[in-house]
């Protein structure tokens, strides 16, 4: 079956960068499009980016032009830049993928584990 892992959260000052990452394993499925949410306790969770594969990524309104996300379809991984990185950015982030797959004659709809991002001021 196909599982997301994701990678990349961590500890950053106020200002700096992370990557994630976010790869879809498995065999025989396709991707159609793929996105972050992110998550902070007893809050909503909200859109970070979504990216349909082969088109261009959608953004949440705080993102501001700080965060690029793509898709790398070789290895269907996708990738989160984040720059000049906030306090108020601090969150669990979730990878989405959503496709088919051919081994099981069935869409998925998938949420990876989450990945910690803490920005200290």
């Known amino acids: 079956q196909v599982q997301l892992v994701e990678s990349g959260g961590g500890l950053v000052q106020a200002g700096g960068s992370l990557r994630l990452s976010c790869t879809a394993s498995g065999s025989m499925f396709r991707i159609n499009d793929m996105g972050w949410h992110r998550q902070v306790p007893g809050k909503q969770r909200e859109l970070v980016a979504h990216?349909?594969?082969?088109?261009?990524?959608n953004y949440g309104d705080f993102v501001e032009d700080r965060f690029t996300a793509s898709v790398s379809d070789t290895d269907n991984t996708l990738y989160l830049q984040m720059n000049s990185l906030k306090p108020e950015d601090t969150a669990v982030y979730y990878c989405?993928?959503?496709?088919?797959?051919?081994?099981?004659?069935?869409?998925?709809?998938?949420w990876g584990q989450g990945t910690q991002v803490t920005v200290s001021s």
């Open positions: 989405t993928a959503r496709g088919w797959d051919a081994r099981r004659q069935s869409a998925f709809n998938l």
């Open positions: 990216i349909i594969v082969g088109g261009a990524p």
